[in-house]
C-alpha cells in the first residue's frame, strides 16, 4: 500500500533522511537508494509517495520504493512538455516532404516496370488488345 508525506530532513553527504507521513505519526527512516536513479537529488520539503516496509534493526519501519508526488500548479516534467511551435513546424514540414518523396519513387518505378514489360513482350500484350498494330 502506497503513502504519501513530505521530506522533513535530508542529509545528502550521508545519503538518508526522514520523511513525516501525511497521516502522522513518527517518521519514517528513507535512504537514497530508494529513490530512482535517474532523478534529481532529494530535497527538503518535497512531496513523496512511498511504502512501507520493517527494516531488521528492531522492526522499526522505513521508506520503501519512492516517488516524487507532483504537486498541482507546479512545473511539469521536461520530458513531458511538447515542442516548440518553430520545431513542431519545421517536423511537418519534413514528413511532408518525405511523404512526396515516396509517392514519386512508387511512380517512377512503376512507369519503368511497365515499360520493360511492354518492350520485353514485344508489344503483343498491346497488339492482343487492339491498341497497337501487330508488325510482321
Keep these: 500500500m502506497r503513502f504519501e508525506g ?27 537508494s530508494e529513490f530512482p536513479a535517474d532523478g534529481p537529488p532529494p530535497a527538503d520539503d518535497e512531496r513523496l509517495s512511498f511504502e512501507i516496509v520493517s527494516s531488521g534493526e528492531g522492526g522499526r519501519k522505513q521508506a520503501a520504493r519512492v516517488l516524487r508526488v507532483q504537486q498541482r500548479g507546479s512545473a511539469p516534467k521536461p520530458w513531458l512538455v511538447p515542442p516548440p511551435p518553430r520545431q ?7 514528413g511532408w516532404a518525405a511523404g512526396v518523396a515516396v509517392v514519386l519513387l512508387v511512380g ?21 488488345a487492339g491498341q497497337v498494330p501487330i508488325r510482321h
Design 6 to 32: 513530505t521530506l522533513k530532513e535530508w542529509h545528502a553527504e550521508r545519503g538518508f533522511g526522514y520523511i513525516a507521513p501525511q497521516e502522522g505519526g513518527q517518521y519514517l527512516f528513507v535512504h537514497i
Design 108 to 128: 517512377v518505378g512503376l512507369a519503368f516496370v511497365s515499360s520493360r514489360g511492354a518492350q520485353a513482350d514485344g508489344g503483343n500484350r498491346l497488339a492482343a
Design 88 to 94: 513542431r513546424a519545421k517536423r511537418r514540414r519534413i
